[in-house]
């Protein structure tokens, strides 16, 4: 018997011989194809589909003109939405093609596979559901092309076995030449799935079901769903599947045996909708169980009407273009030819993706493979993202999310971007407010970035990037409102609750700011309080100044009543100011540096706290700058912080450089240890804080460093190294060179020189400024500025007018 002559009897099951079953590749646009195929040759009066049956009320929806693929079945378990799987489509899926053809004929459509209330039920009895499961066996072998775990827990892919039998090593390649380039014509419509089933039977007789239950029941169930239609349409009964599951639904067993594999399922209540998905989330680098390699690149295969090739070139070409890389038509031209070459050379029937890759890198983007991997992300793999009608059934939350999306002009994209938000303008205000909300949700559709432009408190900038994951997110957020508003002050107010110390719930006090929660944050704010009256610990209240001092900024920007944070901010600024000199004693050197980090964060929060007095707290900043001067005289504080100490108080203007050097001078004199003296220089002009320029414009300090560092003695110099290598390292390269060259040139002959040094007294330093000097470089300004070329021509104008 021929294959075809099997296609049209036995093996495909048509009509009179049971039902037709056409095994697929879940996302092979070859299996669709082949599927519309037969199903217009067939003309089934019902079409089943392995999907789960709670979704056989969302069907219609797949007609609706604003329900654009890739999309996916989502189920969650409503009592934990968390728990959830995707059943993903693409435009080119076969179960999708199977939906729309029975939509467009007026068939009635259904899905067989075991129901999603068990299989999530399921999960969580083995733990092992999750937002990755593929929906098409929750992430076990299934299909052609998925894992397929064999005896002894060998886990085999059945492609890859049949590639390997026909001579191929890549599966894929095997795929496209026997599936993706062959035509299906009405003729021979069920000659793939004959074929197909054929290879999966023996497979099957081979491997079993790999020691997975699973399978063995959701084949159980698909069975008796079949004799189901069967019964009700007679004969005129197709199926589509994974082609791994059509050797078991075409065997013989009894209602009683398939119906003893479901007894005792566990259950739960699961809630069903569409929600959108992307190309990116479909290919097998993403972690799907049922993924591919290249979902762009088999969505062009199936949307091409003809010479997919040529199209697929000049979309690569138009790719480049847009990316400023210069490539013409004559390069598309030279670039399908060298594909069909190779396709010839290697006895391909038509060019794969391999070629037509191979002659990208080669022709389009002249052997680099930069341009190629972005090829590669935007064209092979792709971001297309799918879109879902408002008509879908949804939580309150998403609907809400939906709505202020629309007002906002925020469009959720898979292609990550920036953008930029001015706060003074209320659609960027808005959008503020919605991203942050999101984030304190839990549904980090976007992520705050540093901004290129202004650093004022006015502008923010996002970076977005919508994943399909997110509508689980919401899901989940939705227990706590049904709107976002609601939700996010009802989310904050429970993390203040639970928050375990009080950074955490400063933190949260700066994120309800920037919500803009003011139902959450009085909650807020005086859980804030209660904490911060029982910490005592030191580091705690200065790791929490900054931001509250942060926040306070937020509500300036923002018009938020920020007066009762004001009082926090200032009343745990004293606390510190009290407990920080007796906390800074004793300390190792780890815990030495950690004090150091303390204090330069909060001597940046009192600054940004302001000159003005505190209601009830005095001069903040005086009082700050007096604990600076205790902590530098203080021998029991280690050197690290003394010598920050004096840095922070030398920037301020409140400590003279005379005074400033005579301090360094006592530490690094002969009757200090080495290890302490370094340890002086690293937090003096160390930890990123500008210490380099310093030096370099101020010899006197230089030069008590290099006197210093020359009397080391030899057994110490290798203890002290490492820090002042740390310590130096840090300075830009021109600031080393510059400190290298002023040391080798000597103390007093690096700066002005002459008379002018000798009378100030500081070597490089004249008393007064150096005209001539100063004078030297106009001309450079001048010209640069363009002054001259201006001036020049108002003279010629001028004596023009005179003459």
């Not at 002894?152 to 380039?181: C, F």
């Not at 690149?297 to 949307?303: A, C, E, R, S, V």
């Not at 400190?739 to 020189?753: A, D, I, K, S, Y």
Request: charged share 25%; with cysteine.
């Amino acid at each position: 018997m021929t294959v075809v002559e099997r296609a049209e009897g036995r093996g495909a099951g048509t009509a009179g011989t049971g039902p037709l079953l056409l095994g697929v590749r879940h996302h092979g646009p070859g299996s669709a194809r082949a599927v519309r195929a037969a199903l217009e040759e067939a003309r089934p009066r019902v079409v089943l589909i392995e999907g789960p049956p709670e979704a056989d009320v969302l069907i219609p929806l797949a007609a609706d003109e604003e329900m654009r693929p890739p999309v996916a079945l989502l189920a969650h378990a409503v009592d934990e939405p968390g728990r959830s799987s995707f059943w993903p489509m693409a435009e080119f899926s076969p179960e999708w093609v199977a939906i729309r053809w029975a939509l467009a004929h007026d068939v009635p459509a259904r899905f067989i596979d075991l129901p999603a209330t068990h299989t999530l039920a399921w999960g969580r009895q083995e733990d092992a559901t999750g937002t990755d499961g593929d929906g098409y066996g929750e992430g076990e072998g299934d299909s052609a092309g998925e894992s397929v775990p064999g005896p002894a827990d060998l886990r085999i892919d059945p492609l890859g076995v049949l590639a390997e039998t026909a001579g191929y090593d890549d599966p894929e390649r095997w795929w496209e030449d026997v599936v993706e380039h062959r035509g299906a014509g009405k003729g021979d419509a069920l000659a793939p799935f004959t074929v197909l089933e054929e290879a999966m039977g023996a497979l099957r007789e081979t491997y079993g079901v790999g020691g997975h239950d699973r399978d063995l029941v959701r084949e159980a169930y698909m069975r008796l769903q079949v004799r189901a239609a069967q019964r009700e349409f007679e004969d005129g009964v197709a199926v589509v599947c994974g082609a791994w599951h059509v050797p078991a639904l075409r065997q013989k067993t009894t209602v009683a045996a398939d119906k003893a594999l479901l007894k005792g399922l566990p259950k739960v209540k699961t809630d069903m909708t569409w929600v959108p998905w992307t190309h990116r989330r479909l290919s097998r680098i993403s972690g799907y169980g049922a993924g591919i390699e290249s979902p762009g690149w088999y969505g062009h295969l199936f949307g091409a009407p003809d010479r997919p090739v040529e199209r697929w070139l000049t979309k690569v070409a138009g790719l480049l273009r847009a990316e400023d890389r210069i490539v013409s038509s004559a390069h598309v031209i030279e670039a399908v030819r060298l594909a069909e070459t190779l396709a010839a050379m290697r006895g391909r029937p038509l060019p794969g993706l391999s070629e037509t890759t191979d002659a990208v890198r080669a022709v389009l983007c002249e052997g680099s493979d930069v341009p190629l991997a972005l090829v590669h992300d935007r064209l092979v793999v792709g971001d297309v993202l799918g879109e879902v009608p408002p008509t879908a059934p949804a939580v309150p939350l998403q609907r809400d999310l939906a709505r202020l999306q629309r007002r906002l002009r925020l469009k959720p994209e898979a292609l990550e971007r920036e953008l930029e938000l001015d706060l003074r303008k209320e659609t960027d205000a808005g959008r503020s407010r919605l991203l942050h909300r999101l984030r304190l949700l839990g549904v980090a559709w976007g992520e705050p970035a540093a901004s290129r432009g202004s650093t004022g408190t006015f502008r923010e900038t996002w970076r977005l990037r919508w994943e399909p994951e997110l509508s689980v997110r919401v899901a989940e957020a939705g227990v706590w409102g049904t709107t976002v508003l609601s939700a996010a002050t009802a989310k904050a107010e429970a993390d203040g609750a639970a928050a375990q110390n009080l950074a955490d719930v400063t933190a949260l006090a700066e994120r309800c700011l920037l919500a803009e929660l003011p139902d959450a944050l009085p909650t807020v704010m005086r859980i804030l309080a209660d904490r911060a009256a029982l910490d005592t610990d030191v580091g705690h209240l200065a790791q929490a100044l900054p931001a509250l001092v942060r926040s306070l900024r937020y509500g300036d920007v923002r018009g938020t009543h920020t007066g009762a944070l004001g009082e926090v901010a200032a009343g745990l600024a004293e606390r510190v100011f009290v407990g920080l000199p007796p906390a800074c004693a004793a300390l190792d050197a780890d815990a030495a540096e950690e004090m150091r980090r303390h204090v330069d964060a909060v001597h940046g929060a009192v600054g940004l706290l302001g000159d003005a007095p505190a209601p009830g707290h005095g001069d903040l900043r005086g009082r700050w700058q007096s604990v600076l001067r205790m902590l530098c005289g203080r021998d029991t504080v280690p050197g690290v912080i003394r010598g920050r100490a004096v840095r922070l108080l030398l920037d301020d203007g409140e400590l003279a450089q005379d005074e400033a050097a005579l301090l360094m001078g006592l530490v690094l004199s002969p009757g200090t240890p080495p290890a302490d003296a370094a340890a002086w220089i690293e937090g003096f002009v160390g930890g990123g804080s500008g210490g380099g320029m310093l030096l370099v414009h101020d010899e006197r300090l230089l030069g008590l460093v290099d006197a210093w560092l020359t009397g080391v003695p030899a057994e110490a110099f290798t203890d002290v190294l490492p820090l002042l290598r740390r310590t130096f390292s840090a300075y830009e390269p021109g600031v080393r060179r510059t400190l290298g060259e002023l040391v080798r040139r000597g103390p007093g002959t690096g700066g002005g020189g002459g008379a002018a040094a000798a009378g100030s007294g500081i070597p490089g330093f004249a008393a007064e400024l150096d005209t001539a000097r100063a004078d030297a470089v106009l001309p450079v300004v001048r010209l640069l500025l363009g002054l001259d070329d201006t001036e020049e021509k108002t003279g010629n104008d001028l004596a023009g007018v005179t003459g």
